[in-house]
């Protein structure tokens, strides 16, 4: 039942992510008619980011059994994007194995939240974070203010990359819209390198 009337997406693939199955709202999110225009496809074709979304979600979800949260976009039929969050399971004891995925359409939520704040409160930087940051005003100029915050955000934002992607510099990069010389230089700014992979 709630497969078949949920409001959240859901898809079943086989071990290398080809869609075996899906439910009704994986269809409309997809722009797809029926079953048979998705079954047999990697879900990779529907995520912006293709193979790096899906070794991402698999690797992590093989590795724990599950990957609660994922953040990405979901590319329709006629070239539509959404923003999505894709929660996956390893089906270790089914009998023909494979991966669940549950997709929830979080676009609604982006026009939510104003476009001058582009990070919620209590969100990545957190109520502590910013409290130090707000205690600085008065004791330096602004410009570095805003400098030290920056750096922080994109370390926090490079160190969850390589740990999402098990240390791949290739596909961190790809994720973070960098080039791999690019990593190469943030992560050996930051200290960074030891903890990073090949």
């Known amino acids: 039942m709630l497969y078949k009337n949920g409001a959240d997406a859901i898809v079943f ?3 290398h992510g080809m869609i075996r199955s899906a439910n009704d709202a994986f269809l409309g999110l997809c722009d797809a008619a029926r079953l048979g225009d998705v079954r047999g496809k990697a879900l990779s074709e529907f995520l912006i980011r293709g193979s790096v979304d899906m070794k991402v979600l698999i690797e992590n979800a093989t590795r ?12 329709g039929k006629y070239g539509t994007q959404l923003s999505v969050e894709i929660s996956a399971t390893h089906m270790m004891g089914q009998s023909m194995g494979g991966f669940a995925f549950v997709i929830r359409d979080t ?3 982006e ?22 940051v707000m205690d600085l005003v008065g004791s330096a ?22 740990e999402l992607t098990d240390n791949n510099r290739v596909a961190a990069a790809e994720m973070l819209g960098l080039s791999r010389q690019s990593l190469y230089v943030k992560l050996r700014k930051y200290g960074l390198l030891s903890k990073s992979g090949p």
């Open 13 to 15: 693939t086989d071990n």
């Open 64 to 75: 724990a059994g599950k990957m609660r949260v994922y953040s990405t976009r979901l590319e």
């Open 107 to 109: 676009s609604r939520m």
């Open 111 to 132: 026009v939510v939240r104003e476009p001058s704040s582009p990070l919620p409160a209590g969100g990545p930087v957190g109520d502590d974070a910013m409290r130090n």
């Open 141 to 162: 100029p602004l410009k570095e203010i805003v400098a030290a915050t920056t750096d922080v955000v994109e370390k926090m934002c490079i160190e969850t990359a390589v």
